[in-house]
Every structure is written in structure tokens, then in C-alpha cells.
């Protein structure tokens, strides 16, 4: 039996659709949607693919929440995002469409197709009807991997897809990607660019973990606090450690050859928070007391240790 609710909506919908509502009741379906209109189980996966990595949880951004259909219907602190019957003046299709910025998802581009933006709109005409079962998210991999696993990009992708709105290529919420670093896949996130920011094996030369425990300047995410929890921080410790594997496990090269630019205090004549440098070769200037600032500009070597190239009070 439909609740009262789906069924005002569904009725809602087939008014519009049919403009006659005495016929609304008649035609709905098991399901309490008008047969033909796509309901919440054809376009969960769509949610399910592109949005509930950001969008699902205790911090989903403006706490809405997209992976189940009453979080959809529910929305998030400034409201409804779906108003069942009128697309055009749901907050969700603005987003999609890009008519209300930065546009979802904010992974984009690529942005959903037309006939994914399409799907969405005519289930929101329908009354967006809920449908039968809809298929899950698949739930990220919160939860540390077991002792003795190593940990995967798929453990830390839904921490990182926290960065991601400014990390971003583009259309971010600030504009080109800071310091050129983007965090939207695995690939840009070892990325060696300019510099690398992950040094597989070696979290005290990877400014992205030193970022975010801060040790170096601003702390990351920027926007913070909140910063990222412990346990957050503690499992993209343990995935440099473990060589910043892939999604399937497979452990990332080391980067020979790559700079490394290292910001924080040195905590004895030799070492920069931790990572031991050889000051030999390198162009190292006055002013380098223990407890100092300092900036490191060093080249990674085939066995993942960090050459300084120079060292200076900062
Ligand atoms: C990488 C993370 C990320 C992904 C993926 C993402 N979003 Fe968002 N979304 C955000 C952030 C951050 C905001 C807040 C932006 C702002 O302040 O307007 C947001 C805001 C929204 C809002 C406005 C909410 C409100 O009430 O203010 C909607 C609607 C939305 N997203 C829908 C979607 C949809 C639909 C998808 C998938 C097609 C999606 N998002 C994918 C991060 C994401
Ligand atoms: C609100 C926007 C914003 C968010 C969110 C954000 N960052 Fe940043 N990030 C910045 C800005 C701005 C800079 C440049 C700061 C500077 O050094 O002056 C930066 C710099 C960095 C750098 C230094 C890059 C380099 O090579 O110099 C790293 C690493 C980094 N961020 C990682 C992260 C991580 C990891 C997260 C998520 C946990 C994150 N950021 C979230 C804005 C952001």
C-alpha cells in the first residue's frame, strides 16, 4: 500500500501529466507512480555514481544526502532539493544543469549527459515517485582495512573527495586549482607536475600528509577547522606508507627524479619534522637553528629518501 504522501505526490504528478485528476488513482501502478515515468530506483544510480561519494554522511555539504529516497526528498539545511512535480524549481536540476553554480557534480566535467539530466527531470514531473527497491550505494570503504591489509586509494578517496571542491580543475569554489594541485582522481593526486606531494613510502616527505596534519602552512582543508580526524589522518598515513596503492591494491612507483618542497621546523641541525636530509651538496643559508622555520627544496631518490638541494631559514 503506497503511503499517503507518495501517493499525494504520484497523484500530483499524473494531474499534471494527464490534467485530469480522476483518473490519477486509477493509473497508478503497484508502485504508486504513473506508468512510464521513471522513478527513484532508475535514477538512484545515477546519484549513486556521480554524487553520494561527496554526498552522503554526516558531512554531506549543506547536509544533503543522496543515498537513499527519503535523504533525497528530505534535502539538507537550506531545504528541499527536490520539489516533486516542478524540476525547474528544484535546487537539484538548477545544480545539474549549471544554472545555479558550482554546478554538480562538482567532480565535473564531465557533468551528468543530457539524457542522465534528462531522466532526472522527468522523474521530478512524475512527483518523484519512489518506485521499487533502488539499488545501494556503493559504500565506500570507511572502515581501516584489517590489520596486515595494506590500504588503498578506496579507502581514502571519500576523505580526500573533501578537498576536491578546491581541488578541482576547474569551476572549483576558487577558481583554478591552488598550487596547481588537483585531488579529483588517483592519478592527479601522484602526480608529479612541478612537485610531487605524495612520496610512496615515505609520509614525512609528502606534503599532502604533513597538509593536513599541519606541520606545514596553511593547513589543509583549508576551509577548516573542522580539520580531518585522527583516524582520517592516521589512514593516508598508513596508505603512503603502505606505497599509495591503487584501487586495486597495486603500489605506486617511486617517483625518482621528482622535487619535493618540504615547509616546516627543523627539529634537529639535519631533519625537517622528522625527514632526515643531507646537507652535503645542498645550498644551505645562515639562520638554520634547531626549532626554526625552513624550507626544503629537495630531489626524490630511487629508494624513496629525499636529496636536499637547499635548505633556507623561512
Ligand atoms: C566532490 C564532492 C561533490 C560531488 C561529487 C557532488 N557534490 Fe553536490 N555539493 C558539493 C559541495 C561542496 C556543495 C556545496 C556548494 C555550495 O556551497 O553551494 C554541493 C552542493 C550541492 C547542492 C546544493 C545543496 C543546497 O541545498 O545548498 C546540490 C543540490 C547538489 N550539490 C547536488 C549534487 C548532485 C546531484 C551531485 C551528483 C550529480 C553532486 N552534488 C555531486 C560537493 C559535491
Ligand atoms: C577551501 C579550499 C581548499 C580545500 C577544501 C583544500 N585546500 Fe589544499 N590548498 C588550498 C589553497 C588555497 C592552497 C595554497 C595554500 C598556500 O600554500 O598558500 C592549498 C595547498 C595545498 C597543498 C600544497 C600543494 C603544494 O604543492 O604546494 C596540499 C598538499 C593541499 N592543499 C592538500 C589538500 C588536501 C589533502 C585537502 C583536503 C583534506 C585540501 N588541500 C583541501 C585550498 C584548499
Known amino acids: 500500500m503506497p503511503t499517503w504522501s507518495r501517493r499525494t505526490r504520484a497523484r500530483c504528478a499524473a494531474r499534471s501529466i494527464l490534467g485530469a485528476a480522476a483518473f490519477a488513482v486509477a493509473i497508478l501502478d503497484a508502485h504508486g507512480a504513473a506508468p512510464g515515468a521513471p522513478t527513484y530506483a532508475e535514477v538512484a544510480p545515477i546519484f549513486n555514481s556521480r554524487c553520494t561519494l561527496c554526498h552522503s554522511g554526516a558531512a554531506a555539504p549543506n547536509g544533503v544526502q543522496l543515498d537513499s529516497y527519503e535523504r533525497v526528498i528530505k534535502g539538507g539545511k537550506n531545504g528541499p532539493v527536490v520539489i516533486p512535480g516542478t524540476p525547474g524549481a528544484?535546487?537539484?536540476?538548477?545544480?545539474?544543469?549549471?544554472?545555479?553554480?558550482p554546478r554538480m557534480p562538482l567532480t565535473g566535467p564531465p557533468y551528468l549527459g543530457d539524457a542522465e539530466i534528462a531522466l532526472v527531470?522527468?522523474?521530478?514531473?512524475?512527483?518523484a515517485p519512489q518506485g521499487g527497491e533502488a539499488p545501494a550505494p556503493a559504500q565506500p570503504a570507511r572502515a581501516p582495512p584489517a590489520p596486515g591489509t595494506p590500504v588503498t586509494y578506496a579507502?581514502?578517496?571519500p576523505i580526500l573527495a573533501r578537498c576536491v571542491k578546491c581541488h578541482v580543475e576547474s569551476g572549483g569554489l576558487r577558481g583554478p586549482p591552488p598550487e596547481g594541485y588537483v585531488l579529483r582522481t588517483y592519478e592527479q593526486t601522484l602526480a608529479a607536475g612541478e612537485r610531487v606531494r605524495v612520496v610512496p613510502g615515505n609520509p614525512a616527505a609528502s606534503a599532502l600528509l604533513r597538509r593536513v596534519k599541519g606541520l606545514e602552512r596553511p593547513r589543509m582543508p583549508f576551509d577548516g577547522p573542522p580539520w580531518l580526524g585522527d583516524a582520517e589522518i592516521a589512514l593516508i598515513e598508513r596508505w603512503i606508507i603502505d606505497g599509495a596503492r591503487d584501487r586495486d591494491g597495486k603500489p605506486a612507483p617511486v617517483p625518482a627524479g621528482a622535487q619535493v618542497r618540504l615547509r616546516g621546523t627543523l627539529t634537529a641541525p639535519r631533519e625537517i619534522d622528522g625527514v632526515p636530509f643531507s646537507p652535503e651538496g645542498a645550498r644551505t643559508e645562515r639562520g638554520l637553528r634547531t626549532g626554526a622555520s625552513a624550507e626544503l627544496r629537495g630531489v626524490v631518490q630511487p629508494d624513496g629518501t629525499i636529496r636536499a638541494t637547499r635548505v633556507r631559514p623561512r
Open 155 to 157: 579507502h581514502v578517496e
Open 90 to 101: 528544484s535546487e537539484l536540476v538548477k545544480r545539474i544543469r549549471g544554472e545555479r553554480l
Open 121 to 127: 527531470e522527468a522523474w521530478i514531473q512524475a512527483g
